[in-house]
Structure formats: structure tokens, C-alpha cells
């Protein structure tokens, strides 16, 4: 752990501590230190409360054990009020929640979900979720990754959860195979269990918390942060089982360290295979969202890294490579 105090500052203190009491002068003319540094470094030490005034122009050291209460105490008192103010509003507001459930229960099928307009509030509800889950996190995930903080501080709470023995599975789009900070977060998770897979297409964002509550992004506009919230068993279950259904055919996401600079991008890898079935390149750009200029243009560097003149030959030579 870094120290707080420069060198400076601990060569004086150091120095203090064998006198009586010091002045500027004599810890500058002991250290060989100019003055003004010197004034500094006692400045640092005041503000830590490791040196007090001891009268004019003089200073004596205080023991580190005083200086810390002195620092500490303030703030551990500062803690245990927050810590009182979170379990008093704790103790009001959890009772409300089976009351909330018993109403909720006798409202008809029709309304059985809600829909949470703030995004800020919809981030709020999924990382209490996330707190409260026990046994399983299940995760549909668009777009092409986040920030590299951000996702270590994902990560850091997911590793928490699987440190507790939650089973956690997260489908990405094609696209994320290709996102560095994405494929940290892979090489980081999978020893620990979490598993990933990938698909072409991953058209909205889901959340599931052991198969009892479900978050789904509304989508209207790609800027809509609004999130549709359903507890309901029967919504949950189909949308369980979905899930399940999409992850046998999507396609395992590991990171391989061997990678080599001729390796498909996840985008080509999609191509290839969808030429393997037999989609024309029409279906191919629309399928992955992008117009048939494109899609020849990634057709054009997968036959340039295969050294092919055809399909066919594409095929066969990405089958002998082990791409499909």
C-alpha cells in the first residue's frame, strides 16, 4: 500500500521524533533541507496530526497510535450514524414488502408487470436484485461491450456471486468476441464458473434472478433506459425456458491465448458459417444489420485469409482449420 507521506515528510518526522522539540531552522539545518520544503513536509505532518505546535515556531512529534485515533474517530463516528440511518430505513421499508405482495397478488393476470421509466431506478432494482440472488443470474446481453472500468467493476461483484456458488450464464452478441475489455472479463469469470456464449442476433436485453424475476429492456427508441420489470411465474417460466432453448444452439465463448493474427473476427465468423448453411449474402446483411456492400467486403478478406477463389473452396479450406 502506498504511503501517505513523501519522503520528505517522513525523513522529518523521523527526525522530530528524536528531539524534545524542533524548529524549522533545526530540522532544514539537520536534514539539509531547504526551508521552504521543510515547511511543507511539517505542513503534511500537522494535517495528519503526527506534529503539533509546541510553541513558538516549535514542534514536537506525536506517537503514530495517537495521530491515527485522532484521524479516525471522526470518521468511524460518521460511519456508525450511516450505518444506523441504513438499518432504520431498512426496518421501515421491509416491512411494506408483503404488504406490496399481497395487494400486488390480487391485482388481475393484465397487470402482473411494471414498467420502470427511470433509468437510474432500473439500474437500482437490478443491482438488488443482483445482491439478493441465491441461486442462478441469467443474462442476454446486446451491443458491443462497455468501458474497461466498467466492466472490472462488474466483474468484481460477479466474482462475489460465484464465489457463493451462483450459477451464472451470459449470452452476448456475435460482435462481443471482438471487445477487449469483454474478453478480459471472459479470461477472468470462466475459471471461476461463469460461462458465456455468443449468437448473431441478440435483439433486447434480459436479466433473470433464480428464475423468480425478470428485467427486460423496453426498447422503444435506442435511447429508451426504461425497463419492464415481471415477477409473475408463469411470464418468468416461458422466459426461462426460452433462454434455455436459445443457449443450446449458441456458440461457446472462451479465450484462447493461442489466437493467432490470421484468426476470423466474430463478424466473419458469422458470415462463414451462414455461407456453410447456405444464406445468401442478402440474408446475410440483413440478418447482422448491415447492407450487402459490407457483407461482400468481409466475404472478400474471409476468401484473402483462406486463400480461396470460391464458396466451396472457402468451406472446405475453414472446415480443415477448424472455423465451422
Known amino acids: 500500500m502506498r504511503s501517505m507521506l513523501t519522503a520528505n515528510a517522513l525523513h522529518v518526522y523521523q527526525f522530530i521524533s528524536a528531539l524534545p522539540e524542533a524548529t524549522v531552522e533545526l530540522v532544514s539545518e539537520g ?21 503539533q505546535v509546541a510553541g513558538d515556531d516549535a514542534y514536537v512529534a506525536v506517537p503514530p497510535e ?3 485515533a485522532g484521524l ?12 444506523r440511518e441504513v438499518a432504520e430505513r431498512r426496518a421501515t421499508m421491509l416491512p411494506l414488502v408483503p404488504k406490496y405482495l399481497e395487494a400486488r397478488a390480487r391485482v388481475s393476470d393484465v397487470s402482473q408487470f411494471e414498467i420502470v421509466e427511470d433509468a437510474t431506478a432500473a439500474q437500482q432494482l437490478l443491482l438488488d436484485l443482483g445482491r439478493r440472488v441465491n441461486n442462478e443470474v441469467l443474462m442476454v446481453v446486446p451491443g458491443r461491450g462497455s ?3 466498467m466492466h472490472e467493476e462488474s466483474d468484481a461483484k460477479d466474482l462475489e456471486l460465484l464465489e457463493r456458488g451462483v450459477i451464472r450464464k451470459n449470452l452476448y452478441h456475435e460482435r ?3 471487445h477487449a475489455a469483454t474478453r478480459n472479463s471472459v479470461a477472468r469469470l470462466t475459471p471461476a464458473g461463469a460461462e458465456f456464449r455468443t449468437l448473431p442476433v441478440v435483439p433486447w436485453r434480459l436479466f433473470m434472478f433464480d428464475r423468480h424475476a425478470a428485467i427486460l429492456s423496453r426498447a422503444r427508441e435506442s435511447d429508451d433506459g426504461a425497463a419492464i420489470v415481471t415477477r409473475d ?17 449458441a456458440d461457446p465463448f472462451t479465450v484462447d491465448d493461442a489466437t493467432t493474427e490470421q484468426q476470423l473476427s466474430a463478424t466473419q465468423r458469422t458470415i462463414l458459417r ?18 450487402v456492400r459490407t457483407c461482400r467486403r468481409h466475404i472478400a478478406q474471409i476468401f484473402e485469409l483462406l486463400g480461396a477463389d470460391s464458396r466451396f473452396q472457402a468451406g472446405a479450406l475453414a472446415a480443415a482449420k477448424g472455423w465451422l
Not at 511543507?40 to 496530526?49: F, P, Q, S
Not at 479516525?72 to 450505518?83: F, G, K, M, T, Y
Not at 426461462?240 to 444452439?249: N, Q, S
Not at 442478402?282 to 444489420?289: D, F, H, T, V, Y
Open 72 to 83: 479516525v474517530d471522526a470518521q468511524e463516528r460518521e460511519i456508525l450514524d450511516l450505518q
Open 233 to 249: 411465474a408463469d411470464l418468468v417460466r416461458l422466459l426461462g425456458a426460452l433462454f434455455d432453448a436459445v443457449w443450446a444452439f
Open 176 to 178: 462481443r468476441r471482438d
Open 147 to 149: 468501458t474497461v472500468e
Open 66 to 68: 495517537v495521530a491515527l
Open 274 to 291: 451462414g455461407h456453410a448453411s447456405g444464406l445468401t449474402d442478402e440474408a446475410l446483411a440483413s440478418r447482422l444489420g448491415m447492407s
Open 31 to 51: 536534514l539539509a533541507l531547504r526551508k521552504r520544503d521543510t515547511q511543507e513536509a511539517i505542513g503534511e505532518l500537522v494535517a495528519l496530526h503526527l506534529v
